[in-house]
C-alpha cells in the first residue's frame, strides 16, 4: 500500500508514519521542516513543503497513493484556523491526481453527544472546553463541511483529549458518534485507528468518534 501523509511532523503524524512503515506501507511524509521529522526507513520518502497552499505543488506527492491520512493541526491554541485551509489544499491536490481515499484527525466535539453522558460534563464541563477551544472547532467545523461536500471518499476521526502514551490497539470507535465516558486515547492509537479504517467503507464519509 502507498500512503502519503500530511502533517507527518507532528504526534499524531509521526506515529502515522512508524506504524505504516512497520506495516510495510510505501510512505511519503508532507513536512513543512525536515527536521522536526525523526523517523527514518527505505520506504520513506520525506517531501517538504514549507507552505502548504499550492495543490498542484502537491499534486506528485499524493499521486498514486491508495490513501491519504492528514494529521495536520495546530501546535499551538493561538494558532488555531489553519487545518481547513490546508485540507482545502490537500483536497485540490487530490482531485487533480484522482486520489479519493483521505482519513484527517478533527476532535470529539464536532461529533454528537453520548446519550447517558452524566449531566456535569454535559452542561458544565464540555461547554467550557467547546469556549476554550473554539477557534479550533470553528476551524474544524469549516473542514468537514468541505469534505462533505466534495466528492471526495473522506473520514474525520474524532478523538478526545490526546495522550503521549503507548499504542495499544485497544480503544472503541463509534460511526457518526461520540462514546460514553470516552475521554482519552494515545496519540499511538488514534494513528492505529486511522490505519485500520483506510479500507473499512463503513467509515466513508462519515465522522468517527475513537476513544478509550
Known amino acids: 500500500m502507498r500512503l ?59 499521486a498514486g497513493r491508495d490513501a491519504v491520512l492528514s494529521a495536520v493541526g495546530p501546535r499551538r491554541r493561538k494558532l488555531a484556523g489553519t487545518t481547513a485551509p490546508i485540507t482545502h489544499t490537500i483536497r485540490q491536490a487530490m482531485d487533480l491526481a484522482g486520489v479519493r481515499r483521505l482519513i484527517v484527525v478533527s476532535a470529539s466535539p464536532l461529533g454528537p453527544v453520548p446519550e447517558g453522558q452524566p449531566f456535569l460534563l454535559r452542561t458544565v464541563i464540555t461547554p467550557i472546553i467547546e469556549q476554550i477551544f473554539k477557534d479550533n472547532y470553528v476551524d474544524l467545523r469549516a473542514m468537514e463541511a468541505e469534505l462533505a461536500a466534495s466528492e471526495l471518499d473522506w473520514t474525520a476521526v474524532r478523538p478526545p483529549q490526546l495522550l503521549n502514551t503507548p499504542t495499544t490497539g485497544v480503544y472503541r470507535t463509534a460511526v457518526d458518534a461520540n462514546l460514553r465516558g470516552g475521554r482519552k486515547i494515545s496519540r499511538g492509537d488514534v494513528a492505529h485507528a486511522m490505519l485500520a479504517m483506510i479500507d473499512d467503507t463503513a467509515t466513508f464519509r462519515h465522522g468517527v468518534g475513537v476513544a478509550y
Open 4 to 62: 502519503t501523509v500530511f502533517g507527518a511532523s507532528g504526534g499524531v503524524g509521526q506515529e502515522i508514519v512508524r506504524q505504516a512503515l512497520a506495516a510495510g506501507y510505501d510512505v511519503t511524509a508532507v513536512v513543512r521542516d525536515k527536521s522536526r521529522l525523526p523517523v527514518t526507513g527505505e520506504r520513506l520518502e520525506i517531501v517538504e513543503v514549507p507552505v502548504l497552499d499550492n495543490p498542484e505543488q502537491l499534486r506528485a506527492a499524493v
